[in-house]
Nanobody, 125 residues
Framework: QAQLVESGGGLVQPGGSLRLSCAAS????????VGWFRQAPGKEREFVAA????????LYADSVKGRFTISSDNAKNTLFLQMDSLKPEDTAIYFC??????????????????WGQGTQVTVSS
């Protein structure tokens, strides 16, 4: 059974950068769309970014567009989220997940299965 493991979270000052990783074991991302979501305390899980594992144009939430970049190392079956110009409102637990739905549904939490356990990102001075 597929298992996704996120890493790379931590405490960073506003304006700083972090790179999150999501490693897949027991299965691969091949043939799937892979996504990043986040959940802040007291809030619902929200979409951050997604792209097809095979490539193509990614999709970003408006709140992170121009600051975050989703990428992958296909040989290592690992997904990344490069986060630059971080803001306090980016503080959340970040999750990776995979889906097979069409692009118009990539932002929908309920369309993803095989979630990781999450990694905490805290942006604070």
């Amino acid at each position: 059974q597929a298992q996704l493991v996120e890493s790379g979270g931590g405490l960073v000052q506003p304006g700083g950068s972090l790179r999150l990783s999501c490693a897949a074991s027991g299965s691969t991302f091949s043939g799937y769309t892979v996504g990043w979501f986040r959940q802040a305390p007291g809030k619902e899980r929200e979409f951050v970014a997604a792209r097809r594992w095979s490539g193509g144009y990614p999709l970003y939430a408006d709140s992170v567009k121009g600051r975050f970049t989703i990428s992958s190392d296909n040989a290592k079956n690992t997904l990344f989220l490069q986060m630059d110009s971080l803001k306090p409102e980016d503080t959340a637990i970040y999750f990776c997940a995979r889906t097979r739905v069409i692009r118009s549904s990539w932002h929908e939490v309920g369309q993803y299965n095989y979630w990781g356990q999450g990694t905490q990102v805290t942006v604070s001075s």
